[in-house]
């Protein structure tokens, strides 16, 4: 395990080669060696797509090309003919409603004001989802006349 002052000169020695690095970077990008990629010069939608769109951003130009933070965003979100072809990341299994979790001994203290309703679209959490469900939504701006909550 390493002590303090052995932590202290590892640390140093790794900042002081970063600056060099970043001064070597510096000095090729001044002479025009290199070029740096300006922040969001590469978008796509899925962590896949990123090494193919980083070898067409290269082939624009023939210097090269250093990646700030920043430069390469992936949005979640992929879109046709840009990331075609890549392995979409999807998440598990939903967790169940609100209503169908147990409740716990310090949550079931107080009983709901109001009488509960249950909506047959509410599943128990024992049941599976047999087909997907699309859900629409419009959005608009509060509105008075219409009873809508203002924020403030």
Same mark, same amino acid.
């Given at each position: 395990?390493?002590?303090?002052?052995?932590?202290q000169?590892?640390q140093?020695?790794?900042?002081?080669l970063?600056?060099?690095q970043?001064?070597?970077?510096?000095?090729?990008?001044? %002479?025009?060696e290199?070029?740096? $990629?300006?922040?969001? &010069?590469?978008? #796509?939608g899925v962590?896949?797509? =990123?090494d193919?769109a980083?070898?067409?951003?290269?082939?624009?130009?023939?210097?090269?090309?250093?990646?700030?933070?920043?430069a390469?965003l992936?949005?979640?979100?992929?879109?046709?003919?840009r990331?075609?072809?890549?392995?979409?990341p999807?998440?598990g299994?939903?967790?169940?409603?609100?209503?169908?979790v147990? %409740?716990?001994?310090?949550?079931? $203290?107080?009983?709901? &004001?109001?009488? #509960?309703?249950?909506?047959?679209? =509410?599943?128990?959490?024992?049941?599976?989802?047999?087909e997907?469900r699309?859900?629409?939504a419009?959005?608009?701006?509060?509105?008075?006349e219409?009873?809508?909550?203002?924020?403030?």
């Amino acid at each position: 395990m390493l002590t303090d002052p052995e932590t202290q000169k590892l640390q140093a020695a790794l900042e002081q080669l970063e600056s060099e690095q970043r001064r070597r970077i510096d000095e090729r990008i001044a %002479k025009g060696e290199a070029v740096r $990629a300006p922040f969001g &010069s590469i978008v #796509v939608g899925v962590p896949g797509a =990123v090494d193919a769109a980083i070898a067409a951003y290269k082939a624009r130009d023939t210097r090269e090309v250093y990646f700030d933070e920043g430069a390469i965003l992936i949005t979640g979100v992929p879109r046709a003919g840009r990331d075609d072809g890549y392995e979409i990341p999807t998440s598990g299994p939903s967790h169940p409603c609100a209503p169908c979790v147990p %409740k716990t001994e310090e949550h079931s $203290a107080a009983p709901p &004001s109001g009488p #509960v309703v249950r909506s047959e679209s =509410v599943r128990s959490a024992g049941e599976s989802v047999s087909e997907p469900r699309y859900v629409r939504a419009q959005i608009r701006r509060p509105d008075p006349e219409k009873n809508d909550p203002r924020r403030n």
